[in-house]
Nanobody
Framework: QVHVAESGGGSVQSGGSLRLSCAAS????????MGWFRQAPGKEREGVAA???????KYADSVKGRFTVSQDNGKTTIYLQMNSLKPEDTAMYYC????????????????????WGQGTQVTVSS
């Protein structure tokens, strides 16, 4: 059974930084993409950043230059380094692992058949 777990959320002031982690286990795929989505109250879920098994990445325009997605050597854990945080980054952040090989496709189409974590809250105060 595939299991996905996020950690690292919290509260920071505008301009601050946070690092989220996402550990996935139980999958047997050799090709896949892992990604971060977020959802603020009253808003639709949006893709933030994604990284494929081969290290290719994709970012939402709203976070380019501020957020960096990376993976560990074992490729079972990904990270989201978030710098220069803004109040509009406040949201519940979710991690997903999907069988697609395309970070672009994951961020734009979402994941109906992937495995999602429970989410971690990020709050940025002005």
């Amino acid at each position: 059974q595939v299991h996905v777990a996020e950690s690292g959320g919290g509260s920071v002031q505008s301009g601050g930084s946070l690092r989220l982690s996402c550990a996935a286990s139980g999958y047997t795929w050799s090709t896949y993409t892992m990604g971060w989505f977020r959802q603020a109250p009253g808003k639709e879920r949006e893709g933030v950043a994604a990284i494929a098994f081969d290290g290719s990445t994709k970012y939402a325009d709203s976070v380019k230059g501020r957020f960096t997605v990376s993976q560990d050597n074992g490729k079972t854990t990904i990270y989201l380094q978030m710098n220069s945080l803004k109040p509009e980054d406040t949201a519940m952040y979710y991690c997903v692992i999907d069988r697609t090989e395309s970070p672009w496709l994951l961020l734009t189409a979402g994941s109906d058949f992937g495995y999602w974590g429970q989410g971690t809250q990020v709050t940025v105060s002005s």
